[in-house]
């Protein structure tokens, strides 16, 4: 990867939009947010209002923006250290950390505002208990100190199903927390992926992530592990919340093609190191897609006649 050189003078008006915005990371919004509507969906049985899709998606973009942002603040020292993070805001100077802190907190506060407001006290509840989960225990305590991080850390990334669920009904209930589960453990093989790919950059700032301190056939055999649990957890569903067909058959295609690629991994990661062969990209990818296709069935499902 080259390096792109630092700015040089006063950033642009637009640059500095840019960068507040790079500091909410939007990629992982539209990713929690996936798991967030279609639940709604399915908890509606049909179509929800509109007006409380459009406040629970408001306000759960600026929860997740919140933590984001956080995540950089606290991060700062080692995201300029890394490849992968050195062109964020806070690394380039462009935001000052006390701006981004005061930029976290105010999303957090307008988030829990208009989720208390326009949806209800549970889902603002929940959405601040993620929050809170991602920065204060995640960020702060196990990312730098367990392999396990991604593990337990990654359960803040659950609580969107939960959040989806509780906006239209207002309690909770199985079949969101099955839900919960699915999106638990498809994280590790997830995350440990894409870890697999910058362990280097983990490596060299001292975060023990699964991939830098096990050798890549441990970790591709930790994924095939968490994808059969994962696989086994999201037809669980089918039963607990009586779905229709539809959803059960995409469950079963879904997972089938996760496995194949986990297996896959697994497979060439046997007897090398070199991630030229092991392609844990491949995987990460997979994964965006299994979890998206997964959450649109589940959105699909109760439209469907049969």
Same mark, same amino acid.
């Given at each position: 990867m080259r390096d792109e050189p630092a700015p040089s003078g006063k950033p642009s008006f637009r640059d500095v939009v840019a960068a507040y915005v790079g500091l909410t990371k939007p990629r992982v919004i539209e990713l929690l947010l996936l798991t967030t509507v279609p639940v709604m =969906? =399915? /908890? /509606? $049985?049909?179509?929800p209002p509109l007006g409380l899709v459009l406040a629970t998606v408001v306000g759960g973009a600026l929860s997740a923006g919140s933590a984001s942002v956080l995540n950089c603040v606290y991060d700062r020292d080692i995201d300029e250290q890394m490849r992968r993070t050195r062109r964020r805001a806070l690394p380039r100077h462009i935001v000052t950390p006390r701006a981004a802190l005061v930029f976290g907190l105010t999303l957090g506060v307008v #988030? !829990? +505002? +208009? %989720? =208390?407001?326009? +949806?209800? *006290? %549970? #889902?603002a509840a929940l959405s601040v208990t993620a929050n809170a989960f991602y920065v204060l225990v995640y960020t702060m305590v196990l990312k730098r100190r367990t392999t396990q991080n991604i593990v337990w850390g990654g359960a803040a990334g659950c609580f969107p199903a939960l959040i989806g669920w509780t906006a239209v009904t207002n309690e909770l209930a199985w079949a969101p927390v099955i839900c919960f589960l699915v999106v638990f453990f498809w994280t590790p093989p997830h !995350?440990?992926?894409?870890?697999l790919r910058y362990r280097e950059d983990y490596a060299n700032v001292a975060v *023990?992530?699964?991939p830098v301190v096990a050798p890549a056939n441990v970790v591709a055999r930790q994924i095939v592990l968490y994808s059969w649990v994962m696989a086994g957890v999201s037809l669980l569903l089918w039963p607990v919340a009586d779905t229709g067909l539809f959803y059960p058959v995409a469950a079963v295609v879904l997972a089938a093609v996760f496995l194949v690629e986990a297996h896959r991994m697994w497979a $060439? #990661? $046997?007897?090398?190191?070199? %991630?030229?062969?092991?392609? *844990?990209? $491949?995987l990460f990818h997979t994964s965006n897609l299994y979890l998206s296709l997964l959450f649109v069935a589940i959105a699909i499902d109760p439209l469907l006649p049969f």
């Open positions: =969906f =399915f /908890a /509606a $049985r049909g179509v #988030s !829990t +505002v +208009v %989720l =208390f407001v326009w +949806v209800n *006290p %549970l #889902s !995350t440990w992926a894409l870890a *023990p992530m699964l $060439r #990661s $046997r007897g090398t190191e070199d %991630l030229g062969v092991i392609k *844990p990209m $491949r």
